[in-house]
């Protein structure tokens, strides 16, 4: 097999080809129509493309098989089969990743883990909840909201994306100003190693310094390494009053003044601050067609949310910042919502710049972490460079269409998003390694939270030194020394 998506990459001999028998084994063990699509004998094209293709359509595999496992033994049984015939895997959660990383590029079998969804148990005390790697997000976002909890991440594709996949990834998202990343906030966790070994280490506790801290190696492996089964989460108390508030601003250099002001300002209440440019918001605008909510267009637009335990207080405490910021015209307009509905929508302008700046044809996605100072000149260089060569306008013939700036300005996670018209090798070859060399140059991240999958394979060097990528690939042949875990990936 070689690839017409990725050329130069080719299938590597080592691994085994599926054969009846291997099926009827996966049949027999998981039982059940619906915990196996099998398209090895042809047909069950339509079955097969959800989890061939990525969320974004830019990667697609070739595999054939897809099994869904019931429960750790049906992991640990499939894992060790595998292993023992040499049949690489590729674990896959919602299939909501950013890079490429949970489809196959050839063969690989899919271990999809949607039926491997149960919540477990939930302490009201300590506030650590028990769960299958499968449950989608928002499903136990909401479980706990029931008990006065919360789910310390929060991110866009929430509806579709399951705990486990974003354990792998080591997600950030929305809550982490406030919250902290999961490599603090996973306490526990059970997975299969590639030999089928069950490496239980579901502690439920804050602190426990036995050793070296294993699973940490799960949290963003993007599962190389293993397949998390189950989760121990530390989810904090959910504020009684959550406000947020929307404003506009003239410059890049006003909405650092205006972060710097809202920890000063806001300090411990302080839970989200976003920052997105005005493209963005027009493009959100021309999806959802929605009304704006400020009137007027600004450069500039940032959302700031603060969660504390005194709803009045709290939107007080914001008002005054916003009249503030406004007296000394860090911002030009802002407005504060009233009412959760109002906060919904004003979230909104945020969350949905990823699902429409993908309508008109393909993105080029790059999200980095770069120190703030320098953050959004990143974004003014790429649109001079695709000006210069000419590959950006309002015509068909250009394959730009906009380039854009928006992200987690509170963790100095910017996303560059470029939209294209159509994907087109002159634009790639414009942007990398230009991209990764320009946050090499500000000792930035190639990766802040989407993880490297395919789409940043060749660019690691970028991010991390050669013995550390060496230890690296030291860990990976530990644990998986026959290379079946995710292949052709980042290691
Ligand atoms: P998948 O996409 O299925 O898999 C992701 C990776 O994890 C793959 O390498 C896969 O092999 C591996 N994997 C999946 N499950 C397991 C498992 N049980 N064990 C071992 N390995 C596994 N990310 C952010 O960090 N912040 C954001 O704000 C954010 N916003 C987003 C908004 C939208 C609309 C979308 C589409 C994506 C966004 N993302 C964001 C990307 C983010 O990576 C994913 O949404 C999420 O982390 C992936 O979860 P998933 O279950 O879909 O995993």
Known sequence: LTSETYPGLARDAKYASLTADDVAYFKNLLGGEQAVIDGTTGGAEDDLKPFNEDWMHKYRGQG?????????????????????????????????????????IFDEIIINMSR?????????????????????LEVADQYLAERGYIFPLDLGAKGSCHVGGTVATNAGGLRLLRYGSLHGN????????????????????????TGYDLKQLFIGGEGTIGIITKLVIQCPQRSAAVNVAYFGLESYEKAQLAFREAKKQLGEILSAFELMDSRTQQIVHKIKGEERPLEGEHPFYCLIETSGSNGDHDYEKLEKFLEDVLTKEIVVD????????????????????????????GVYKYDVSIP??????????VKARMGE???????EEHPVSAVVGYG?????NLHLNVAVRRYDAKVEEALEPFVYEWIEKRNGSISAEHGLGLAKKKYVQYSRNETVIGLMKQIKKLYDPNGIMNPYKYI
């Open 372 to 381: 703030l100072a320098e953050m959004y000149s990143l974004v003014e260089d």
């Open 389 to 395: 060569a000419g590959l950006i306008g309002e015509t």
């Open 186 to 209: 996973v306490l526990g966790m059970e997975a299969v190693l590639p030999d089928g070994t069950v490496m239980n280490d579901l502690c439920a506790l804050r602190k426990n310094n």
């Open 334 to 361: 802002g407005v504060v919502a009233q009412g959760e509905g109002q906060a919904k929508a004003l979230w909104s302008w945020r969350e949905s710049i990823t699902e429409c700046i993908g309508h008109g044809g």
């Open 408 to 412: 987690h300005m509170g963790d100095s």
């Open 116 to 136: 491997m969804n149960q919540i477990h148990s939930f302490d009201e005390v300590s506030g650590s909840l028990v769960l299958d790697a499968g449950c989608i």
């Open 64 to 104: 054939r098989l897809v099994l869904k496992p019931g429960s750790t033994e049906d992991v640990s049984q499939i894992l060790k089969y595998c292993n023992d015939r040499k049949l690489a895997v590729v674990p896959q959660g919602g299939n909501t990743g950013l890079v490429g990383g949970s489809v196959p």
